[in-house]
């Protein structure tokens, strides 16, 4: 099992663009994770997911949207970066929601 | 109030002696908790869970859950420098898990 993938590792966008950070499990979970965490700062939730098809705002969704139409796939959409959104971004997975959380590597994102 | 409230530290101790990571929480419905690690850099990884109130042991690391008092802990016994790290405490809320930001453990040798 590779557990959660992310990619990309690392990027750099300028002001306006948009991109989609990938992330993908093969755990067959159901509940899915984006959080953002900028340095020195703890895990703020962006959006989850419960299962495919459903999809909920977390902690700070402003700026962002998310999909997912398959079990195995929760991409984020970033439109119109803004340098507040320099941070680290991490996808995680769960079997439900008092189940352990899988965390993928990582991406680093950085708006100039 | 917080939903989770850790402090961030720098917790230092010397090597080999206890470490010793509280933390309190406001959901008084919370059944799960987890306590996670990240190295600088890293994503976070699960060292310790508790369901339920009392300790529950797994090698130097020892969970500690008191639900009415609403407090969760983590021992590091015979703590060593590659335990430096950011600790996360995690109870469940509504459908995610809610995570503190972490106290910094520095383990010096």
């Known amino acids: 099992n590779a557990g959660v993938t992310q990619t990309p590792k690392f990027r750099i966008l300028k002001i306006g663009q948009s991109m989609t950070l990938q992330c993908a499990q093969d755990m067959n979970h159901n509940y899915m994770y984006w959080y953002r965490q900028d340095p020195g700062m703890g895990l703020k939730l962006i959006y989850y997911s419960v299962g495919a098809g459903i999809t909920d705002k977390g902690e700070v969704p402003n700026g962002y949207n998310v999909s997912r139409s398959t079990t195995e796939d929760f991409p984020l959409r970033l439109e119109l970066a803004a340098p507040s959104q320099t941070s680290v971004y991490f996808c995680?997975?769960?079997?439900?929601?008092?189940?352990?959380?899988?965390f993928g590597p990582g991406t680093r994102l950085t708006v100039l | 109030q917080k939903e989770v409230e850790q402090n961030s530290g720098p917790l230092s101790v010397p090597e080999g002696a206890i470490a010793s990571l509280n933390c309190t929480y406001s959901?008084?419905?919370?059944?799960?908790f987890f306590w996670y690690r990240q190295y600088s850099g890293k994503s976070p990884e699960l060292i310790m869970s508790?369901?339920?109130?009392g300790d529950k042991e797994d090698g130097r690391f020892t969970a500690q859950l008191n639900k009415a008092s609403q407090y969760v802990s983590l021992l590091i016994r015979d703590s060593q420098p590659s335990d430096s790290a950011t600790y996360l405490c995690?109870?469940?809320?509504?459908?995610?898990?809610?995570f503190g930001t972490g106290t910094r453990l520095l383990v010096s040798p």
């Open positions: 959901d008084r419905v919370s059944q799960s």
């Open positions: 995690a109870p469940t809320g509504f459908q995610k898990l809610v």
């Open positions: 995680a997975s769960s079997y439900g929601v008092d189940d352990e959380q899988f």
């Open positions: 508790i369901y339920s109130n």
